[in-house]
């Protein structure tokens, strides 16, 4: 059974950084894409990041290009969010998710395209940015 377990969130202050990890426990982990997600309080989720577990190809969402790098290292069966220049609207609950690659393209999965093709969520992990 596919588990994802989401690490890294913080308390930081604006301009700050931090990077997010998840880790893929299961058979086959490498068979998946993974995004990562991040919900506000009042808001929808929103998909942050997403990357292919084929080619590595990545997609980022408008509100994060330019200050987010996504990367993974399957050695490690882990994914990480690199997050600079944080913002106090970067706020939220970030998931990791999974998705069979061979379902789905990056942009489809960030933007939750094909929700019932969605395997596996972490549990979350808190992102604070404030002064």
């Known amino acids: 059974q596919l588990q994802l377990v989401e690490s890294g969130g913080d308390l930081v202050q604006p301009g700050g950084s931090l990077r997010l990890s998840c880790v893929v426990l299961?058979?086959?982990?490498?068979?998946?894409?993974i995004g990562w997600f991040r919900q506000a309080p009042g808001k929808e989720r929103e998909g942050v990041s997403c990357?292919?577990?084929?080619?590595?190809?990545?997609y980022y969402g408008d509100p994060v290009k330019g200050r987010f790098t996504i990367s993974r290292d399957n050695a490690k069966n882990t994914v990480f969010l690199q997050m600079n220049s944080l913002k106090p609207e970067d706020t939220a609950v970030y998931y990791c998710a999974a998705v069979p690659d061979i379902r789905t393209t990056v942009q489809a999965m960030c933007d939750m395209t094909y929700p019932y093709a969605f395997e596996a969520w972490g549990q979350g992990t808190q992102v604070t940015v404030s002064s």
């Open positions: 299961g058979l086959i982990s490498d068979y998946y894409a």
């Open positions: 990357i292919s577990s084929s080619d590595g190809s990545t």
